[in-house]
């Protein structure tokens, strides 16, 4: 499957901004003095674990979606610079097989 170049830095970006997000949010969450995320002893509460829970989670997900942003916009810039935006043609499939010391079966008698 092919995205569109916009796609693709959208999903980068959504990445690259879900751990931005995420990682300001435990930061705030752990110095949290509210009361919110630790109790009067210090530990932590059920407020603390589901946020964290989530956040864990956000950076699964954004860590995901990123990477495929990224490897879409790696391989869009690859067909950028080549000038073709299909795949291989056998031509180059042969030309490999020989490279790499192994005769092609269309080649070979």
Do not use: C, Q
Request: hydrophobic share 45%; charged share 20%; no cysteine.
């Amino acid at each position: 499957m092919r995205l569109s170049r916009t796609a693709s830095w959208f999903l980068l970006a959504f990445g690259v901004w879900s751990w931005f997000i995420w990682v300001s949010f435990v930061r705030n969450l752990w110095k949290n003095g509210s009361g919110l995320a630790f109790d009067a002893a210090g530990d932590p509460t059920s407020y603390f674990w589901v946020h964290l829970t989530l956040a864990v989670t956000s950076f699964l997900l954004g860590t995901a979606v990123g990477v495929l942003g990224l490897r879409s916009v790696l391989a869009l810039r690859r067909e950028s610079r080549t000038g073709r935006a299909d795949g291989p043609t056998g031509a180059d499939l042969a030309g490999r097989a020989d490279r790499a010391g192994r005769p092609d079966s269309d080649t070979s008698a």
